[in-house]
């Protein structure tokens, strides 16, 4: 069946715009996460859903930073205001239950100039 | 706060090398550790998942264990090949908690 599917798969912005990052998960997975990893890192967790509700949002770096799970299936990660420091590879991953094998889509490769 | 470090940071051999991969974690209250493979400039693929009540899995080539007591797990690649070479991370996902810490991974390079 379909993995974790995300989009775009490149986005180049400029400091200080707004940008979205969308993940569909597997379906039927009501725990979806998302990480950041940076150059020559490991992913970090940033915010984990299971289904609609934010069960755990500690990672989120700062106010800057938000996402939604509306309907227990698609996520979108939306951050405000830019910084060069943003610049990573956001990755997003679901998982049957939530403590569950975790299955990882192809990554959103973010660029601020 | 969970540590996992990946030892060594990188590894070359050549085709047919039987090799292992070591991983650490300095929380033993873990309720599971999982292997990933990551390609260059593409997203993790998971190889193998272990339960903490389990001592080891084992998927072809690849066999992890888990020792929770020490903290440390181990990946071993047997009769390794160039198809293998991509960066291998390890992530230990702790009790209480539904998400991941990761190492910084090992990069494995295979020659022909």
């Known amino acids: 069946g379909a993995g974790v599917s995300q989009t775009p798969s490149n986005k180049v912005t400029e400091k200080g715009k707004y940008v979205e990052l969308r993940c569909d998960p597997i379906?039927?997975?009501?725990?979806l996460y998302w990480y950041r990893q940076s150059l020559g890192q490991g992913p970090e967790f940033l915010i984990y859903?299971?289904?609609?509700?934010?069960?755990?949002d500690s990672g989120l770096p700062n106010d800057r930073f938000f996402a939604v799970r509306p309907e227990g299936s698609v996520s979108t990660l939306k951050i405000q205001r830019t910084e060069r420091g943003d610049s990573a590879v956001y990755l997003c991953?679901?998982?049957?239950?939530?403590?569950?094998?975790?299955?990882f889509g192809p990554g959103t490769r973010l660029t601020v100039l | 706060k969970q540590e996992v470090t990946q030892i060594p940071a990188a590894l070359s051999v050549p085709e047919g090398e039987n090799l292992v991969l070591n991983c650490s974690f300095t929380?033993?209250?873990?309720?599971?550790l999982q292997w990933f493979r990551q390609d260059p400039g593409k997203g993790l693929t998971s190889l193998l998942l272990?339960?903490?009540?389990?001592r080891e899995q084992t998927s072809g080539r690849l066999n992890a264990s888990l020792d929770k007591s020490s903290g440390r797990s181990t990946l071993y690649i047997a009769a390794s090949q160039p198809g293998d070479s991509a960066t291998y991370l390890c992530?230990?996902?702790?009790?209480?908690?539904?998400?991941?810490?990761f190492g910084k991974g090992t990069m494995l390079l295979v020659s022909p």
């Open positions: 991953a679901s998982s049957p239950v939530s403590v569950g094998e975790q299955f």
């Open positions: 929380d033993s209250a873990i309720y599971n």
């Open positions: 992530a230990a996902l702790n009790s209480g908690y539904s998400t991941l810490t």
């Open positions: 379906s039927g997975h009501t725990a």
């Open positions: 272990i339960q903490s009540s389990q």
């Open positions: 859903f299971q289904g609609t509700g934010a069960a755990d």
